[in-house]
């Protein structure tokens, strides 16, 4: 398999093997589509054209599956991210800490947010 994507054919079976599963990915929605949705809102039945349309519409407003929560967003992100936590105090990234986790764990007991003091005042 390595072999292949190093030799010259790659430039001609790659864009077959997208080809073929751009259609197949559309022949599954539009087969979908045409099951349910006509019987449940009484629609109109779609072509695969449309089906393929309908696919990369939602791709583009839904994006196109990289991130998410096991691989921590989008790499510029990331870095943006880890730059701004790198410049914290240590004060500050345990009050971050404390805040994401009552926001990710609200079925727990929330947990108390330090303020952030400026001249012994306390912000509210």
Not at 50 to 79: D, E, T, V, Y
Request: hydrophobic share 50%; glycine share 10%; with cysteine.
């Amino acid at each position: 398999m390595k072999k292949l994507f190093r030799s010259k054919m790659r430039f001609v079976l790659i864009p077959i093997i997208a080809v073929a599963f751009i259609f197949l990915v559309g022949f599954l929605v539009m087969h979908l589509w045409n099951y349910t949705l006509p019987a449940l809102f009484g629609v109109g039945a779609i072509n695969i054209w449309q089906a393929i349309a309908l696919f990369l519409l939602c791709k583009i407003l839904f994006g196109f599956g990289g991130g998410g929560p096991k691989r921590g967003g989008a790499p510029w992100r990331r870095k943006a991210m880890a730059r701004k936590f790198g410049q914290m105090s240590e004060e500050d990234r345990e009050r971050m800490r404390a805040y994401m986790r009552s926001r990710s764990h609200c079925w727990e007991d929330m947990v108390d947010i330090p303020e952030k003091k400026v001249d012994g005042d306390d912000i509210q």
